[in-house]
């Protein structure tokens, strides 16, 4: 029963995990020395065991903060790649091979006048050039055909300009397509 407490007290709380094994056992041991004075060969035993709690305690806590630091680094390489999503000027968004939208940077986001979590799921065309389907001219539909990057110059009325759309494949972790990063520049000035 020893070893719950402080396997769950080392993973939970890694820097007190160690102490605690070695409180712990020290109470073991005076609990063992009170119980059964004299006995040596149990009081050997009983320390034995707790060179093992302390042990156990050690290593769990030292797994543990190696977990915390890779979670830590996974979140700041997320939080990172997510400012830098989002300060890009042009209008980004990853759209899936249904045509759904999976995410979209903050400019795509204001753009249409959403938050960014709000577009997840809808369709592009929906979302975009309030239709029923894809526009004939869509670079993400002929990049679902064929697996190869598009350009095409869009002008929509609803982002209110004229824009160079760009769309590169966009392939999951099996290696298939999954859908498209989709770029779009305002080209409107230049035009």
Not at 164 to 181: A, I, K
Request: with cysteine.
């Amino acid at each position: 029963l020893f070893y719950i407490p402080i396997i769950l007290t080392a993973f939970f709380y890694p820097r007190r995990g160690g102490i605690f094994a070695a409180v712990l056992s020290a109470a073991y041991l005076l609990m063992e020395a009170t119980v059964r004075p004299g006995n040596n060969v149990e009081f050997l035993s009983a320390a034995a065991r707790c060179i093992v709690f302390v042990v156990i305690a050690v290593i769990v806590s030292y797994l543990s903060e190696r977990v915390l630091a890779r979670e830590t680094e996974v979140t700041r390489a997320k939080e990172e790649w997510e400012r830098t999503f989002d300060a890009v000027p042009d209008l980004i968004a990853l759209i899936g091979r249904e045509h759904r939208v999976i995410r979209v940077n903050k400019a795509m986001a204001d753009s249409l006048g959403v938050s960014p979590e709000q577009a997840v799921g809808m369709k592009c065309y929906e979302i975009v050039h309030h239709s029923s389907a894809p526009p004939l001219n869509c670079p993400h539909a002929m990049l679902l055909k064929d697996g190869k990057e598009h350009a095409e110059e869009v002008h929509e009325d609803n982002l209110g300009g004229d824009f160079l759309v760009t769309t590169s494949p966009l392939y999951g972790v099996d290696g298939g397509l999954m859908g498209s990063v989709h770029v779009a520049r305002d080209i409107t000035k230049r035009k």
